[in-house]
């Protein structure tokens, strides 16, 4: 394809292949706004018009921003120098959007519609990008699928029976489709890697404190906020835009490198010491082969590129974290479910929430303030053993998932007990939310397509606030096993 071409060309392809726009890299996709080879009213009509196309099937959206959107790309221009100008990108719906509703996937939030956006929401508004709607996600964010009973199952592009993860599953099903190029998540127990692994797509969770949470909270725990994209450089580009602290942020990361992440991913890391776990956090966890062999496969090819790697066992083996996580986790989404209610002028009842909803509220309501503390103050106690084994090595290679993506409706939110669902959904996810209690950075990288069809992916651990040496090491994978001819039937068209 010709670096240049011109408009009415362009135009004609736009029409004709949406999908094959929208699948390349949003800094590519801003660059041709820039050139005024592309509008940005015309990029955006594309994103919507796949969107339209694919919603009946894959039910990635909560809410769709057409007339917003198409006034917003009207006001960018040829030449517009912000570095996305005109890229279409979608808000996970646990995030506010001025005019947008906020559902937290569930039925107790209403039609409400904040006032006001998230800091990050302003930061990517000003980067140039042009919202065009809220995904979806499982009721409060609690589950590692996405079926809110409130709007229904989100279906993996790859295989619609199965979920594409979550709890940021309405993002990556959209990315995967090439119904926008990008779109935001947030990971509190693997929230983006969980769903990137499952759609193919690449879900960096950056360090704890990297980017605000801001005007609605302080600080956070367990949850960071970032992106789902198709390649390591929108990763590290879309980083640059989200770092830093805002005012009044109660915590926050060490400053992000003077180059900018984007300017470190393709700078070659030298000869680094990776160590690989397979040993899974969670007691009760089975690791399926294929996710096994391709921590293994993805571990020789470190060492091919000239990396040294080795068998760990970090002592997090045999720890059965889940009760703790749960009493440190609950009472945020109790808080949730209070703002709910708050919302709604009256006390949350179980017709409001989902069970699995209504049993954690529950539980959270009637723990005291020292279990609380105590859960966790164990937490703490186990990251900072976990960070200190892990000083040695740049990074720790595990598998992504311990499963295939499952079948819609193995783990939802529904049933008499929904507990044990809750406890499956660990079993699913189980090298995951670990990262979310050390607070360091973590990738989550599709290298491998199964014998199933279905993405397999690993994820790799970097030190505490060290995101640049991820995405470098990243970025070799990438140029070494590359991953992005790999899309799903509905992303071609």
């Known amino acids: 394809m010709p670096a240049k071409r011109s408009r009415i060309a362009f135009r004609a392809v736009s029409e004709a292949a949406s999908s094959e726009l929208l699948l390349r890299p949003a800094t590519e996709l801003a660059a041709l706004v820039r050139a005024g080879e592309l509008t940005a009213r015309e990029l955006v009509e594309a994103s919507l018009r796949r969107i339209d196309e694919l919603e009946p099937a894959i039910s990635a959206f909560t809410h769709v921003a057409h007339e917003s959107a198409l006034a917003a790309a009207d006001g960018i221009e040829r030449g517009d120098s ?74 993996n592009p790859w295989d619609t029976d199965r979920t594409p993860g979550g709890s940021s599953g309405g993002a990556a099903a959209a990315v995967a489709a090439g119904m926008v190029p990008v779109a935001h998540g947030n990971d509190g127990g693997g929230s983006i890697r969980i769903p990137a692994s499952c759609c193919g797509l690449v879900g960096l969770k950056p360090a704890r404190g990297r980017v605000s949470v801001g005007p609605d909270g302080g600080q956070s725990f367990l949850v960071s906020d970032g992106v789902l994209t198709r390649s390591v450089g929108d990763t590290a580009a879309l980083l640059d835009v989200l770092a830093g602290p805002e005012l009044g942020d109660a915590t926050w990361a060490p400053p992000a490198p003077a180059a900018g992440y984007a300017g470190l991913a393709g700078v070659d890391p030298g000869r680094l010491r990776i160590g690989l776990a397979t040993a899974p956090p969670y007691e009760g966890a089975t690791i399926d082969p294929a996710c096994l062999q391709a921590a293994r496969d993805a571990a020789a090819l470190l060492e091919s590129l000239g990396h040294g790697v080795e068998e760990i066992t970090p002592p997090w083996s045999g720890l059965d974290l889940l009760p703790d996580f749960t009493r440190a986790f609950a009472p945020q989404i109790s808080l949730t479910t209070w703002v709910g209610g708050q919302i709604a002028g009256r006390e949350p009842t179980a017709d409001d929430i989902e069970p699995l909803t209504w049993a954690l509220w529950e539980r959270s309501r009637a723990q005291d303030t020292l279990s609380y503390l105590a859960a966790e103050g164990r937490l703490e106690s186990v990251a900072r053993s976990l960070v200190t084994f892990f000083e040695p090595y740049d990074a720790v290679l595990t598998p992504a998932l311990g499963g295939r993506p499952v079948a819609i409706g193995e783990i939802d939110g529904l049933g008499p007990d929904p507990m044990i669902k809750y406890r499956r959904s660990a079993a699913f996810t189980p090298f995951t939310a670990i990262v979310n209690v050390t607070g360091q950075p973590a990738i989550a990288l599709p290298l491998y397509q199964g014998e199933d069809g279905l993405p397999t992916a690993v994820q790799l651990i970097g030190p505490p606030a060290r995101e640049e040496v991820l995405l470098g090491l990243a970025r070799q994978l990438e140029v070494a096993l590359p991953w992005a001819e790999r899309v799903p039937a509905p992303a071609k068209g």
């Open 82 to 155: 912000r570095a996305f100008a005109g890229v279409p990108i979608a808000i996970k719906d646990n995030r506010p959007v001025m005019d947008m509703p906020l559902t937290m996937g569930s039925s107790l939030f209403g039609e409400f519609v904040p006032g006001h956006d998230a800091f990050l929401v302003r930061r990517l508004r000003e980067a140039g990008f042009v919202i065009v709607g809220k995904t979806s996600m499982p009721e409060m964010g609690i589950l590692p699928t996405t079926e809110p009973r409130r709007f229904g199952p989100t279906r």
